[in-house]
T-cell receptor, first 115, second 106 residues
Framework: EAGVAQSPRYKIIEKRQSVAFWCNPISGHATLYWYQQILGQGPKLLIQ????????DSQLPKDRFSAERLKGVDSTLKIQPAKLEDSAVYLC?????????????FGPGTRLTVL | KNEVEQSPQNLTAQEGEFITINCSYS?????LHWLQQHPGGGIVSLFMLSSGKKKHGRLIATINIQEKHSSLHITASHPRDSAVYIC????????FGKGTHLIIQP
C-alpha cells in the first residue's frame, strides 16, 4: 500500500515570503492531520480534517497559516508570510479508525528553513 | 490534558548495548505509539500498543496500563539505530512526548 506522500521534502525561503506544502494521504483515509515539529520538540498538531471539514484548528496561527482539503483527499498547508520561527518540519498524517483505534500514518515531512 | 514524559532526553551508547527508553503519561489512554525519526526524515511508526508487549526484530515495546508507563528496548544496538524516538498517546486526540535523542557509537 502506498504511504502518505508529501512535497517538497525541503524548502528554504526568506522571511516574509510565502510557501505551500502538499500532502496526499493514503487512499481511503478520511482523516488528515498537519503537524509542526520544531527542532528538539515533539510534533504539534496544527489542523485536523475529517474528509473536507475541519475538526480541530485550535493551534493553527490563523493570521499567517491556512490549510485546505477541498475534495477531501489532497491537502495544502500555506504560510504567508513566513517568519524565522516557522522553521520546522511539517508532517502530514492520515488515519483510519480500525477496531476503535485511530492509527495514524505519517508522511516523510517537509523541512522548512526560513532565513 | 495528558502529559507525556520521556526519559532520558539524550542517550549515547556503544554499539551492542541494550537500550531502554521510558515513557510515562498522566491519564488513561486507548493506545500508545512509539515513533522513530531520523535526522532530516519523516516519522516512522514502530509500534502501537494498548496492552502487553510487542516485538519486531531487535525492538521490544512494553506497556503497563495500571502504572501508565511504557518502555522501548533495543537489543544489540547498532549505529543505524541512531535517531529520535518519540512516544505518543491516544486519548482525546494524540499527545506527543518531546522525544529521546539516541546516538549509538561504533
Amino acid at each position: 500500500e502506498a504511504g502518505v506522500a508529501q512535497s517538497p521534502r525541503y524548502k528554504i525561503i526568506e522571511k516574509r515570503q510565502s510557501v505551500a506544502f502538499w500532502c496526499n494521504p493514503i487512499s481511503g483515509h478520511a482523516t488528515l492531520y498537519w503537524y509542526q515539529q520544531i527542532l528538539g520538540q515533539g510534533p504539534k498538531l496544527l489542523i485536523q480534517f475529517q474528509n473536507n471539514g475541519v475538526v480541530d484548528d485550535s493551534q493553527l496561527p490563523k493570521d499567517r497559516f491556512s490549510a485546505e482539503r477541498l475534495k477531501g483527499v489532497d491537502s495544502t498547508l500555506k504560510i504567508q508570510p513566513a517568519k524565522l520561527e516557522d522553521s520546522a518540519v511539517y508532517l502530514c498524517a492520515s488515519s483510519l479508525v480500525r477496531g476503535g483505534i485511530d492509527t495514524q500514518y505519517f508522511g516523510p515531512g517537509t523541512r522548512l528553513t526560513v532565513l | 490534558k495528558n502529559e507525556v514524559e520521556q526519559s532520558p532526553q539524550n542517550l549515547t551508547a556503544q554499539e551492542g548495548e541494550f537500550i531502554t527508553i521510558n515513557c510515562s503519561y498522566s491519564v488513561g489512554i486507548s493506545a500508545l505509539h512509539w515513533l522513530q525519526q531520523h535526522p532530516g526524515g519523516g516519522i516512522v511508526s514502530l509500534f502501537m500498543l494498548s496492552s502487553g508487549k510487542k516485538k519486531h526484530g531487535r525492538l521490544i515495546a512494553t506497556i503497563n496500563i495500571q502504572e501508565k508507563h511504557s518502555s522501548l528496548h533495543i537489543t544489540a544496538s547498532h549505529p543505524r539505530d541512531s535517531a529520535v524516538y518519540i512516544c505518543a498517546v491516544t486519548a482525546d486526540g494524540l499527545t506527543f512526548g518531546k522525544g529521546t535523542h539516541l546516538i549509538i557509537q561504533p
